[in-house]
C-alpha cells in the first residue's frame, strides 16, 4: 500500500517544514468538510479541490511523482479501475449523440473535479500517519464530524440563524445535503475512531447519537434510509460475511435490472395506503418522475440521451410520446434514481458497465482486511440506498463526499499498518524518509 521513493538529495531536507505545513493543511480542510457543508452545501468538491492543490505541493517538494504515477498505474489497470475507464469513456463517447451535448460535457467537468482530487488526495497524502498518529488524525476527524452535527442541529433549532448571517437560503431542505454528507462520512470516520481510540463511553455515546439525531432532525428522508440500512448491513456483516456480501450483490443487480421498470412497478405494486404515510416524501410524484425516466430509456435503450442529460430531457427531441402532463416530470431535473439515471442517459451498455464496476468494488472490499469489510459494506448499501431513491448521480457535492469517504478509509488501513509495525518492532516503508 505504501511505497519508499527516492526523493532529490537536499530539496525534501530543504522544505520539510514547508511539506509538514502543507499535509497538515490539506488534512484540516477534511476535518472542516462536515461543518462546510452546513455553511455551503456546495462546497464539498472545493474544499477536496483545494486540499489536492495542497497535496500536490507535498508531492512537487517531496520528488514523489514516479511513484504516485505508478500508483495512479497501477489503480487504472486493475480489474476495478479498467471497468471504471470502460465506463467513463463511454460517458464521454455520449457527447456524439447527446440531446445537448454542452450540459453532458459540463457535468462531466463536475463529475471529474471530485474524483481527480480524491485519487490526488488519496496517493498524494500517502504515508501521513508517519508524521501524524492515526489517534491524533482520527480523533481530528471525529471532532469535525461532531462539530457539523451540532452546527447543523444548532441551525435548525435557530431558525436557520447560520444560513441567514451568511446570506444563505433560510429553508431547511437545503441541508439535505449537509446530512447526506454527515451521514456518507460518518462510517469511515467512525470505524477509524473506535478502531483507534479505547474512548469513554460519553464519547462513544456522543459521536453514535450524533448522526441518527441529525438524520432525523433533517428533512431529508433518503438520510434517514441511508442511516438504516448502513446500520443494518454492518450488523448483517458482523454476524456473516457472506450473507452481507450476497445480499449487497443481488441489491446491485436488481437495482440496475429493474431501474427501467421501477416506475411501473411501484405504481402497480405500492397500496395507496403507503403513499398516504410518504406524503412528506412525496412518494407520487416520484412513482411519476420514475415512470417518465421509463418511457425515456425505452425509446433509447441501447445508448441513452448522452451523460448529464437528465437536467433537459423535458426539451430533447423525440419524445413526444409523453402526454404533457407527462413529460413535465422530466422537468424535476434528475429521476431520482441512480441506476435509472444510468439507464436514461447510457442505455444499457452505461447500465451493464455501472453493474460490473459495482460487482468489481464488491469483489475489492470482500478481498481486503477482514476488520474494514462490515464498515465498507454499511458505506455501499447505505450509498446505494440512498442513490435509488434520492439525488442525481453526477452532483459534485456527492462524488467529492463519496471521494473523502475513501480517503479516510485509505488512510485509516494505513494507520492499521503502521500500528502494527510499530508493534512488532518491524520498518514500515513509506513515501517519507
Known amino acids: ?110 463529475v471529474f473535479l471530485p474524483v481527480a482530487s480524491a485519487m490526488v488526495l488519496t496517493l498524494g497524502l500517502a504515508g501521513q500517519c508517519v508524521y501524524f498518529s492515526g489517534r491524533f488524525l482520527s480523533a481530528a476527524l471525529a471532532a469535525g464530524l461532531v462539530a457539523g452535527c451540532l452546527l447543523f ?34 462510517v469511515p470516520i467512525l470505524f477509524w475512531f473506535t478502531t483507534e481510540w479505547n474512548a469513554p463511553r460519553a464519547a462513544r455515546l456522543l459521536l453514535w447519537a450524533a448522526v441518527p439525531a441529525l438524520a432525523v432532525r433533517s428533512q431529508s428522508g433518503a438520510a434517514v434510509l441511508g442511516a ?12 456473516s460475511r457472506r450473507i452481507a456480501l450476497g445480499a449487497t450483490l443481488c441489491g446491485v443487480f436488481l437495482a440496475f435490472t429493474l431501474a427501467p421498470m421501477v416506475g411501473d412497478l411501484t ?36 445508448t441513452g440521451w448522452g451523460f448529464g442529460t437528465s437536467s433537459v430531457m423535458a426539451e430533447a427531441h423525440g419524445l413526444e410520446v409523453l402526454a404533457p402532463e407527462r413529460r413535465a416530470f422530466l422537468g424535476v431535473g434528475h429521476p431520482h434514481n441512480t441506476a435509472l439515471q444510468i439507464w436514461a442517459e447510457l442505455g444499457v451498455v452505461g447500465a451493464a458497465l455501472a453493474c460490473l464496476t459495482s460487482a468489481l468494488l464488491l469483489n475489492s472490499v470482500a478481498r481486503g482486511p477482514p476488520e474494514f469489510l462490515p464498515a465498507r459494506l454499511a458505506l455501499i448499501a447505505g450509498t446505494m440506498a440512498v442513490a435509488v431513491v434520492g439525488h442525481g448521480a453526477w452532483q459534485g457535492w456527492w462524488i467529492a463526499s463519496l471521494g473523502a469517504s475513501v480517503i479516510v478509509f485509505r488512510s485509516a488501513a494505513e494507520s492499521r499498518v503502521v500500528r502494527a509495525a510499530a508493534q512488532t518492532g518491524a520498518t514500515v516503508a513509506t513515501h517519507y524518509p
Not at 522544505?15 to 493543511?25: D, H, I, P, S, V
Request: proline share 4%.
Open 153 to 186: 442541529l444548532l441551525d435548525f433549532a435557530t431558525g436557520m440563524d447560520l444560513h441567514r448571517f451568511v446570506g444563505g437560503r433560510q429553508q431547511p431542505f437545503v441541508l439535505n445535503r449537509a446530512a447526506l454528507t454527515i451521514v456518507v462520512l460518518s
Open 1 to 110: 500500500m505504501v511505497l519508499e521513493t527516492p526523493r532529490t538529495p537536499g530539496c525534501y531536507d530543504r522544505y520539510a517544514g514547508l511539506a509538514k505545513a502543507l499535509r497538515f493543511a490539506a488534512g484540516l480542510l477534511l476535518v472542516m468538510l462536515p461543518g462546510g457543508m452546513v455553511v455551503a452545501n456546495r462546497s464539498s468538491p472545493l474544499l477536496l479541490a483545494v486540499a489536492a492543490v495542497l497535496a500536490i505541493g507535498v508531492v512537487v517538494i517531496e520528488g514523489r511523482w514516479a511513484t504516485m504515477l505508478a500508483e495512479v498505474r497501477r489503480a487504472i489497470l486493475s480489474h476495478l479501475g479498467v471497468a471504471m475507464l470502460a465506463l467513463a469513456l463511454w460517458a464521454w463517447a455520449s457527447l456524439a449523440w447527446s440531446s445537448s451535448p454542452t450540459t453532458s460535457l459540463y457535468s462531466l467537468g463536475e
Open 228 to 239: 438504516a440500512v448502513g446500520f443494518g448491513m454492518y450488523l448483517t456483516a458482523r454476524i
Open 267 to 302: 405504481f402497480r405494486g405500492m397500496p395507496s395506503v403507503v403513499h398516504d404515510q410518504m406524503a412528506g416524501a412525496s412518494s407520487r410524484a416520484r412513482v411519476a418522475i420514475w415512470q417518465a425516466f421509463g418511457v425515456a430509456v425505452r425509446e433509447r435503450p441501447l
